[in-house]
């Protein structure tokens, strides 16, 4: 257990060290908050929706947590080529914890940056419905934040060089992102998309979150919630066995 | 203590490691040599149960480190070929977070710790992250980590790679006084001859996975009639360079290092 909480600590520092990394990556969220919130916002309501700002914000914040939790990948592909992980895999400690160590610190790290832009979200005029979905609210980043990170390890487990990571990324985490419900709702779509959305795991945690935030969630928040906690489960599994087969 | 027999290790069709016997006493410092490519690395990481052996039998202090990784790890202190620090942390973090994971007691690794960084002379500058120390200052943390938890053995992966002439000669010193006062057993492999025959009792030459020769410094030039350990090292191993394939560690190393202007 010991170990689980070093490692925790370790991701937790590091992060608190990066303030440059931390400030300039809120940038690219609250474009999107400005440029689609507030510039998306007339068409949406002429369109009977209401406020966009209030639609996307919970997107966004989500799309925070999806990028930070699936580049943590970058961090164990890092920490193999510059001989860290080698110090923590030849240490007297099951590779389970030094893996669960890991994935906590890294979903942590994701889900205080998604807590940063929800708070930017706040000062650009996001106001959430009701201070009572906010521990719901606060489940489902940390759902998103553990199914992603557990994606990221995967990831990083198999794949050797940053350049392999990058593209692997790149194929995974625009279309998660664009393919979920984080930009759109999720009614009156084409057949097509209607598939490409609900095979999206995204959809299900940015809906509860949605519905937790501002009332506003297309499935129960029961399904949201078994769909995200039973992918935080098997995907952790997943990047579990991965991890026990890195060689070094 | 190391107690190797018919040790093989493949990769596929490649043979790394070809029917290896050796044993090491307890107290001993044991030299590994061999050029690049000869199965040094590979050998290190199947004693410090980071490889698994296709075949033959290796006991760590009478430990299998296949079938108790966890037993022999905490029997063991290594200091990679390659920096495996966090350099995001600082020397005391770095050590603080090996101790915690090699179950050392927070009052005992507190004292240690203190004890170890006045030693390798690093104690002034404990809290500064280690991305800025210099190289022989990383190599004098690493190997002050090594020995946090007091091992019984300590394996040396090339430990002086890249090091000037004062931090390798504190290196060894401190190794050495290591191995008299606390009878800690030493692993090492090294290119540099001089080295070896300074702090080696015994030494074992490989070559294309082999072990072509095994003695003392001594018994090694008698054997190849050679000056030195160095022309006994070439006549053992032939003059020929090595042929070595880079692979994508090595590649982003190399970037890495010219990206941070080094």
Known sequence: MGAIY??????????ARSRVQVVASLGQPLLYLIALGYGLSP????????????????GVIAMTVLFSSLFSGIQLIWDRQFGFLKETLVAPVPRLHIMIGRTCGAASTALIQGLLVAAVAVVAGFRPAAASGLPLAFAFLALIAVVFTAVGTTVGSTLRDMQGFQMVMNLLVMPIFFLSSALFPLDHLPGFLVVLTRIDPLTYGVDGLRGALIARGHFSAVLDLAVMGVLAVALTALGAWRFARIEV | MIDVQNLTRKFGEFVAVHDISFQVERGEIFAFLGPNGAGKTTTIKILTTLLPP???????????????????????????QDPSLDQNLSAWENLDLHGALYHVPRK?????MQRLLELFGLWERRDELVKQYSGGMMRRLEIARGLLHTPRILFLDEPTLGLDPQSRNQLWTHVKQLNQDEGVTVFLTTHYMDEADRVAGRIAVIDHGRIVSLGTSAELKAQTGSATLEEAFLALTGTAIREEVADASDQMRRAARAWRGR
């Not at chain 2, 005992?108 to 240690?112: C, G, L, Q």
Request: proline share 5%; glycine share 10%; aromatic share 10%.
């Open chain 1, 6 to 15: 070093v490692l925790w600590l370790r991701e937790l520092k590091r992060y």
């Open chain 1, 43 to 58: 068409v949406f309501r002429r369109g009977g929706e209401g406020n966009y700002l209030e639609f996307v914000a919970p």
């Open chain 2, 54 to 80: 296709t075949s033959g039998q290796v006991r760590i202090d009478g430990l299998d480190p296949t079938r108790e990784p966890t037993a022999v790890r905490q029997r063991i202190g290594i200091v990679f």
């Open chain 2, 108 to 112: 005992v690794r507190r004292e240690r």
